[in-house]
């Protein structure tokens, strides 16, 4: 009987904490949900539940942020990802950042990346991801960002991933990698 009741208790937990995850996606969260990040947190630490500081980096110690203004930046790129994840689109597929922060002199190495690319994180309220979901139409996925990113798109479907950005005063920008 005992049993029984124990296990009954276990679902019922299991699924207030599910319910109190997904709120927290869709309670935008808040500050104090979060866990504060700063440049020298671990690599496994999370922005948010389904991202972890590490992927922002690509798990490279030379791609570690410097400034908390990059964290933070990072931060709110996560939310968002956070809510393309549990879009109808994507349904909770593994969203893979194949490129996140880069220092100026990783950036002056990537081919055709700009001198001035989000991926420098090099202000406040700079910065961007390039994302690729295995196993998802990506045209809907850029339809979908489109219609809800107000800020940065850079479309590389093409070359297999979109870039999700933002840069200082936010404007709403869209562009094609040739
Ligand atoms: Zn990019």
Redesign the pocket.
């Known amino acids: 009987m005992n049993t029984i009741l124990n296990i009954i208790i276990g679902i019922i937990k299991k699924l207030f904490k599910q319910e109190n995850v997904e709120n927290l996606i869709l309670n935008d969260f808040r500050e104090k949900d979060v866990e504060g990040i700063t440049p020298g947190s671990s690599f496994e630490k999370r922005f948010t539940p389904n991202f972890r500081y590490g992927e922002l980096a690509l798990d490279v110690e030379a791609r570690r942020f410097i400034h908390q203004y990059q964290c933070n930046t990072a931060l709110f790129l996560c939310k968002f990802l956070e809510k393309l994840r549990i879009s109808e689109i994507v349904n909770k597929s593994a969203i893979r950042i194949t ?1 996140g922060y880069r220092t100026p002199e990783i950036n002056s190495k990537t081919p055709n990346a700009s001198t001035t ?3 420098l994180y090099n202000e406040p309220d700079k910065g ?3 994302i690729f979901i295995s196993g998802v139409d990506m045209d809907k996925v850029y339809e979908w960002l489109d219609n809800n990113w107000p800020y940065s798109l ?1 479309d590389g479907r093409h070359l297999g991933f979109i ?1 999700i ?1 933002i840069r200082p005063g936010r404007p709403r920008v869209r562009w094609t990698y040739s």
Do not use: F, K, P, R
């Open positions: 490129s690319s989000e991926h961007g991801v390039d850079g870039h950005g």
